[in-house]
DNA sequence: GCATCACTGGACCAATCGGTCTATTGCTGT
DNA sequence: ACAGCAATAGACCGATTGGTCCAGTGATGC
């Protein structure tokens, strides 16, 4: 999620090329989606030329872009562990999680979109690229249900909870990107809570 | 929400090549981006010549593509009237715009991503397009917020179920693309309460 | 010292991009 | 019949796209 390439070329680029493209991809996909980033600014922002990014990725763009958001994803189930392994129940997970990446917002101050879906989503032909998004995405859903069962949940409570609260996150990260406002994502979560109290109320 | 014209370029045209211009932008952006479609495709799918863009649109793709925004945003707006005006409570037409909506879905076979954000989505720099894309967001807000007011809701309760909802709606929109399950936006209207009684759970 | 090889740097390419411009078409009012 | 004009049709443009290719370059093993 934090970005050290960003800030400009590092002098004496700490980083192996590699990752300086990896972080450049992420970093600029999510801002302003696959088709919108040209390889030109890409590698002006990694600081690379682009011999190294075909030598490190054959199949040049798309390569990279399934690495940037491998990448992001592993990001992703980092902040989910380290939300949820010291919470006492599920609930206070969550909220972790949601005031973590409110912050990485407020620290960034870029409103990006979520790195999988805005690098993946690329129209109906690109299927490789749809069941990449799926799969990542499921991941971080059953890294969530794992830590539901682990706090106490039920298996169908867990999965139901960990869909509710990435449809939550989602949706919120949406609407804070438009407002620009992180602390909708800080308010979801008093909306996350065990399913079965909302049942009552169909 | 419904595409005429995306059953392919129709021989007689039966509307005027500005609607036509407009359909096919809608239903292009909101499938491959805004950067991901090309002009050639769109005026290909439209059935029109480049000169009819730029004498409808003077500004080009652009214009077009908050034209294009625009439409799908008052499709939106009607299928919510359409959704809230019989309800008796806010829950039945919340319920009601998630089942058109996956009834949409379902019937066109395509899993398009939301038009206004994909199509306006488009890197901090366009900062015209951010405006508009938030415009439109929180016209969708604010007559749902007007319908549950309507409906027997308080001013603050009406805007938490408002925004709640639309959290909701997105982050489920996306969900079941990933899945490509119009089911998940369906099962969402369990989730759709007042916010009081959740509150309670922090 | 030399061969090897992962890596870099960038020239170069065809294709496509969004956009401009002009000629023409066809309807309209007079 | 003719003027006027909105609309169409598409040739054409420079810029940029993603991608290819090869000549270096520098560290490593022998």
Redesign the interface.
Same mark, same amino acid.
């Given at each position: 999620m934090d970005d050290v390439t960003t800030a400009g070329p590092a002098p004496d680029q700490p980083l192996p090329t590699r990752d300086r493209l990896i972080l450049a991809a992420a970093s600029l996909f999510r $801002?302003? *989606?696959?088709? *919108?980033t040209g390889l030109a600014e890409l590698l002006a922002e990694a600081g690379a030329p682009k011999g190294s990014l075909y030598h490190h990725f054959p199949n040049g763009k798309s390569d990279l872009a399934l690495a940037a958001a491998n990448w992001a994803s592993d990001q992703m189930l980092q902040l989910i562990d380290a939300s949820f392994t010291p919470a006492p129940r599920f609930?206070e997970g969550a909220k972790t999680v949601c005031y973590k990446l409110a912050k990485l917002f407020d620290m960034q101050g870029?409103?990006s979109?979520c790195p999988v879906?805005a690098t993946l989503?690329?129209?109906?032909e690109n299927e490789a690229f749809?069941q990449h &998004? &799926?799969l990542l995405?499921e991941g971080w859903i059953s890294a969530t249900v794992a830590h539901a069962q682990r706090l106490g949940l039920a298996e169908t409570e867990a999965q139901a909870a960990a869909? $509710?609260f990435?449809? /939550? #996150?989602?949706? *919120?990260w949406? #609407?804070a =990107? !438009? =407002?620009r406002d992180s602390d !909708?994502i800080r308010a #979801?979560? #008093?909306?996350?809570?065990p399913?079965m109290? /909302?049942?009552k109320?169909?």
């Amino acid at each position: 999620m934090d970005d050290v390439t960003t800030a400009g070329p590092a002098p004496d680029q700490p980083l192996p090329t590699r990752d300086r493209l990896i972080l450049a991809a992420a970093s600029l996909f999510r $801002n302003k *989606g696959y088709s *919108g980033t040209g390889l030109a600014e890409l590698l002006a922002e990694a600081g690379a030329p682009k011999g190294s990014l075909y030598h490190h990725f054959p199949n040049g763009k798309s390569d990279l872009a399934l690495a940037a958001a491998n990448w992001a994803s592993d990001q992703m189930l980092q902040l989910i562990d380290a939300s949820f392994t010291p919470a006492p129940r599920f609930q206070e997970g969550a909220k972790t999680v949601c005031y973590k990446l409110a912050k990485l917002f407020d620290m960034q101050g870029k409103w990006s979109g979520c790195p999988v879906s805005a690098t993946l989503f690329e129209g109906p032909e690109n299927e490789a690229f749809h069941q990449h &998004a &799926a799969l990542l995405f499921e991941g971080w859903i059953s890294a969530t249900v794992a830590h539901a069962q682990r706090l106490g949940l039920a298996e169908t409570e867990a999965q139901a909870a960990a869909e $509710n609260f990435y449809i /939550l #996150l989602q949706g *919120g990260w949406q #609407l804070a =990107r !438009v =407002r620009r406002d992180s602390d !909708v994502i800080r308010a #979801l979560h #008093l909306q996350i809570c065990p399913p079965m109290q /909302l049942q009552k109320n169909d």
